[in-house]
């Protein structure tokens, strides 16, 4: 599979008119921007509108046949999103315990969510093997703590934002769901999406300086 910066930068050298290649560099950006915030959904009329005031073609323009190198590239984008969030549920549903989250209609928020669950089956892992360390040595030399530091997982924004909307009031209150006082989350039905301990995880990441320095 040709990758999107490959695929833009092959049609971007075809295009002889200036207004055209302004237009595709614009396309490609949104789409970059796009992906990098964990969207999934890269319809034209979803591109077209999220950049129609930086100059992207409108859907209608992108669907005619001369239209045809910017589907090209936002083909190429949407084959890479449904990579990435294949992979992302391989790694978080082997078992079919989270086969709920096909039945959110939203296809970012199942992207975000999936990812979330992710996180957390990581962060279980880790505490596990922490929990199973029964001799903890401190290094006191300088330049130890910064090391310790740097093992830490870091956060972008977006996925901070998203970790902060998985648990927030009004965000669940929107599906229906509700927090329970051991960290659990339910649906409108009281079924227990996520188990205790969940939304505790959440608010202790985010308690933590863990976020990108970039």
């Given at each position: ?31 970059k ?38 589907r ?8 890479l ?21 096909d039945?959110v ?5 199942r ?28 290094d ?23 970790l902060?909307?998985a ?23 009281g ?24």
């Amino acid at each position: 599979m040709s990758e999107p910066r490959e695929v833009y930068e092959a049609i971007l050298g075809q295009l002889k008119s200036s207004r055209s290649r302004r237009s595709l560099e614009a396309l490609y950006g949104v789409c970059k921007e796009h992906y990098e915030a964990g969207a999934v959904d890269f319809r034209i009329a979803t591109i077209a509108k999220s950049g129609a005031s930086r100059g992207v073609p409108s859907a209608q323009t992108i669907r005619n046949k001369t239209g045809e190198p910017y589907r090209a590239v936002i083909e190429a984008w949407q084959k890479l999103g449904r990579q990435k969030k294949k992979a992302i549920k391989a790694r978080t549903a082997p078992s079919g315990e989270y086969d709920w989250v096909d039945e959110v209609n939203n296809k970012t928020h199942r992207f975000l969510i999936l990812d979330l669950i992710s996180k957390v089956r990581k962060l279980r892992s880790e505490n596990k093997r922490f929990a199973s360390i029964k001799k903890l040595e401190i290094d006191y030399r300088a330049g130890a703590e910064e090391e310790s530091e740097s093992r830490l997982p870091s956060l972008l924004s977006h996925e901070i934002d998203a970790l902060k909307d998985a648990i927030s009031e009004d965000s669940l209150k929107v599906r229906g769901w509700t927090k329970t006082e051991r960290g659990s989350i339910k649906d409108q039905n009281g079924k227990v999406l996520l188990r205790n301990g969940f939304v505790d995880g959440i608010e202790k990441m985010l308690s933590l300086d863990i976020s990108s320095k970039e």
